[in-house]
Structures are given as C-alpha cells and as structure tokens.
C-alpha cells in the first residue's frame, strides 16, 4: 500500500482483492508482459474482425432470401427484386436488412414492399 497508496485503496474498496504482487516477466532479454498484451491486443482485434465479417454474411444472406420471396411473389428477376426492395426501404428510412427480415419473417408483405417501391420511383 506503500508504493501506490491510491491505487491499492480503490482496490481494496471496490473489490475482495486484498494483496497484488507485480514481477517483471522476462525470458532472456525479452519482455513477456508486453508480448502477452499485445497478442491479447491482436486476438481481440481478430476476435471483433470475425463478428463484423460474420454480422455482414448473416445479414447478407437474409437480404439474398428477401430477393428471392420478391422475386418470386411479383415474377421479377432478382436485382429487379433488390431495386424494389432498396427503394422501400430508402422511401421508409429503413435499413435494408431490416426490410429483408420483415419479409423473411413475413411481418411484411411482399405486395407492400413490391406496391411502394414503384409508387416511389428511384
């Protein structure tokens, strides 16, 4: 408590930590604390890189179904399909994979979505 009177107070306070021990890590004339953090550092980095790419493929593949039950509720081809659908939800200030989850999810229907976006032209 000593050496870092402020810091060993807010521990004590906030936690049951009674006692911490420091020991600078080496191995040779390395620094394995700091490698440890920054391969802690990386994987996290990789770690929130994969859920990003994997958000993107879900909602990618929800948009993609989307496309096909307009596709084939109104007879168009599918980037005939994603126009209509992009422009409902531009004409609603809504983010396209929430349309698509609409649709998919059936809380919306297609002869909306489909009536709307011509109503609306680009």
Known sequence: ???????????????????VFALPLQWGTTNVATIAILQERAMRRAEVLNEQLQAALTSRVIIEQAKGVL???S??????????????A?????????????????TLDPTTVI????TNPP
């Open 75 to 88: 007879g168009l081809r599918m980037d005939q399909a994603f126009g209509l659908m992009r422009r409902y």
């Open 90 to 106: 531009r004409a609603h200030n809504t983010r396209l994979a929430e349309v698509a989850r609409a649709l998919i999810g059936r």
């Open 1 to 19: 408590m000593a050496r870092w009177p402020v810091f060993a107070a807010a521990v004590i306070e906030k936690s049951n930590v009674r006692a």
């Open 71 to 73: 596709a084939q509720h």
């Open 115 to 118: 009536s709307a976006a011509r």
